[in-house]
């Protein structure tokens, strides 16, 4: 034994010291936070791109009923029924319209929309039949239509809108499982 008092007890062969790796605590914490800001970091990113989706259907939604309120304000249902032959200002007040959310002009009015038809209400109050009746077949009253609530059909006017989702960090979170396109309806009755 030499002259220290304290006699080191790990392993001393080949001359050198060896720590043995299994008892080594020194940048434990690190690795430990690495790890778990790594999943914090991925669950946050996730949450991101879930709130901005549905933000952005919101918005889809929000054009489409815009687009709607545009068209009942720029025909005149006295005079300009069916908007969709009548009225001019139709097509340009509804495109104006659908893009003024914060989406902008990348929100569209697919081909053939707006469209137009008539409807009744059922009990539940909603729309019959399913596609509407033609402008040309107007019925005199909704007795003729089966499920439909007495009354005079209503003019609705349909628009459709759709918008081109690009998730934020593409493969990297779950926006990459959500639709490319959004699509949204909304009726509008004109009269």
Same mark, same amino acid.
């Given at each position: 034994m030499s002259g220290n008092r304290f006699q080191d007890s790990r392993d001393t062969s080949a001359g050198g010291v060896s720590f043995?790796? !299994?008892?080594?605590?020194?940048? @434990?914490?690190? %690795?430990?936070?690495?790890? @778990?800001a790594g999943a914090l970091c991925i669950l946050l990113l996730n949450g991101i791109e879930v709130a901005r989706y549905a933000y952005t259907v919101m918005q889809v939604q929000n054009a489409a009923q815009i687009g709607a309120q545009?068209?009942?304000?720029?025909?005149?249902?006295t005079r300009?029924?069916?908007?969709?032959?009548? !009225?001019?200002? #139709?097509?340009?007040?509804?495109a104006t319209a659908i893009q003024s959310t914060t989406l902008g002009a990348n929100v569209k009015l697919p081909a053939g929309s707006p469209t137009?038809?008539?409807? !009744?209400? $059922? $009990?539940?109050?909603?729309? %019959?039949?399913?596609?509407? %009746?033609? #402008?040309?077949?107007?019925?005199?009253? !909704?007795?003729? @239509?089966?499920?439909?609530?007495a009354g005079a059909p209503g003019d609705y006017i349909k628009i459709d809108v759709t918008y081109a989702y690009q998730p934020l960090f593409l493969d990297f979170t779950v926006g990459r499982l959500f639709p490319s396109t959004i699509r949204k309806t909304t009726y509008m009755r004109l009269l």
């Open positions: 043995s790796l !299994c008892h080594d605590n020194r940048g @434990v914490a690190g %690795i430990e936070f690495a790890l @778990v545009a068209a009942w304000k720029a025909c005149d249902p300009e029924l069916p908007a969709t032959t009548k !009225c001019a200002a #139709l097509k340009t007040a509804v137009e038809a008539y409807y !009744c209400l $059922n $009990n539940s109050n909603a729309l %019959i039949p399913d596609g509407g %009746i033609a #402008l040309s077949s107007k019925p005199s009253n !909704c007795n003729t @239509v089966a499920g439909a609530q």
